[in-house]
């Protein structure tokens, strides 16, 4: 596609529930990355992918939150078991292998409730 | 935790050329100095990079001091649309060990553009 597409735009989840945010990369994209960002602050890191692989996850926040690439093209953001405190913009951006020139997703706003 | 270091906010007149400086203390010889920008909600959007040379595209200039601690972002001519927060990132490419690939944002420089 033209841009890094995300969806859904808008999620509204009850405490408890597990949720799946789902991320496009631009086509011939092989890092796709995951950000987090709260309101009036910078993106903050979760995790990234080269191909299929999950090169780096240390920015996932505990263990209800996971990241899969199966193909190395489509992502999913899992979070198990939502709280309160999860409620953010969840980014996703992708770029050619390991470049800096990264393209960002619009973003899927999630709030738990 | 960002390493980099910006002034919270800037006010520049249209027009003229808006100068937002950035220090990188802490940069190393493997690591470009990146700008990007976040207008309003949308997501961040990059701008320019560099090693250790000026750089310049359609959107911006970039001048690192010689010595790489700290770069000026310049816009030479702002516009009411480039009011925005501007991040200057140290980005690590693969081969310089831990923590490549990724975007650390600090808290960056909110621009204000005034008509």
């Known amino acids: 596609g033209a841009g890094v597409s995300q969806s859904p735009r808008y999620k509204v989840t009850k405490r408890g529930q597990d949720v799946a945010l789902r991320c496009d990369p631009i086509?011939?994209?092989?890092?796709l990355y995951w950000y987090r960002q709260a309101l009036g602050q910078g993106p903050e890191f979760l995790t990234y992918f080269n191909y299929e692989a999950q090169q780096d996850k240390s920015g996932l926040p505990n263990d209800r939150f996971s990241a899969e690439r199966p193909e190395g093209s489509i992502s999913t953001l899992t979070i198990q078991r939502t709280e309160q405190r999860d409620s953010a913009m969840y980014r996703c951006?992708?770029?050619?292998?390991?470049?800096?020139?990264?393209?960002f997703g619009q973003g899927t706003r999630l709030t738990v409730v | 935790d960002a390493k980099t270091t910006q002034p919270p906010s800037m006010d520049c007149a249209e027009g003229r050329a808006a100068n937002l400086p950035c220090n990188h203390s802490?940069?190393?010889?493997?690591?470009?100095v990146y700008w990007y920008r976040q207008i309003h909600s949308q997501g961040p959007q990059y701008i320019i990079h560099g090693l250790k040379n000026n750089e310049t595209n359609e959107m911006a200039s970039l001048i690192i001091t010689e010595d790489r601690k700290s770069s000026t972002l310049i816009l030479p001519h702002a516009t009411l649309r480039d009011t925005a927060v501007y991040y200057c990132i140290d980005f690590r490419l693969p081969g310089g060990g831990t923590s490549y690939g990724k975007l650390t944002f600090g808290q960056g420089t909110i621009l204000t553009v005034h008509p």
């Open positions: 951006a992708s770029s050619p292998l390991d470049r800096g020139t990264t393209f």
């Open positions: 086509s011939g994209h092989v890092s």
């Open positions: 802490t940069i190393s010889g493997n690591e470009y």
